[in-house]
């Protein structure tokens, strides 16, 4: 039986979540991407709460790369008012190319270590 895209995305997903976790001193960095708008949020795991989230939803052209690479500056701005200087990358399952490439980028220039 085949499987759609997104059963094997999920699957990937699950797959990735075993293996990382965040705390408050490095936090994951998860990414979610939708047709409108991508998504970046620093996760502690074990506390079970959001340290800081940034999105392009207020972005009037979409979800293009320039809104990624804008979400990604956004999201190590704000990793950087709270000292958080290193994270782990959780890229959701999607593959490491395009917007999610260039949030990752962008948030590495923004000083965020992954």
């Given at each position: 039986?085949?499987?759609?895209?997104?059963?094997?995305?999920?699957?990937?997903?699950?797959?990735?979540?075993?293996?990382?976790?965040?705390?408050?001193?490095?936090?994951?960095?998860?990414?979610?991407?939708?047709?409108?708008?991508?998504?970046?949020?620093?996760?502690?795991?074990?506390?079970?709460?959001?340290?800081?989230?940034?999105?392009?939803?207020?972005?009037?052209?979409?979800?293009?790369?320039?809104?990624?690479?804008?979400?990604?500056?956004?999201?190590?701005?704000?990793?950087?008012?709270?000292?958080?200087?290193?994270?782990?990358?959780?890229?959701?399952?999607y593959?490491?190319?395009?917007?999610?490439?260039?949030?990752?980028d962008?948030?590495?220039?923004?000083?965020?270590?992954?």
């Amino acid at each position: 039986m085949k499987l759609s895209k997104l059963q094997q995305r999920r699957r990937r997903q699950v797959r990735i979540r075993t293996r990382v976790s965040g705390t408050a001193t490095c936090p994951r960095l998860s990414v979610h991407r939708s047709l409108r708008s991508i998504y970046a949020q620093l996760i502690d795991d074990e506390a079970g709460k959001v340290l800081a989230a940034s999105s392009s939803m207020k972005e009037k052209k979409g979800a293009g790369i320039e809104a990624a690479k804008k979400v990604g500056a956004d999201i190590a701005k704000k990793a950087k008012a709270k000292k958080i200087g290193t994270c782990i990358f959780d890229r959701s399952g999607y593959l490491y190319h395009g917007r999610v490439k260039a949030l990752a980028d962008a948030a590495r220039e923004g000083g965020l270590q992954f």
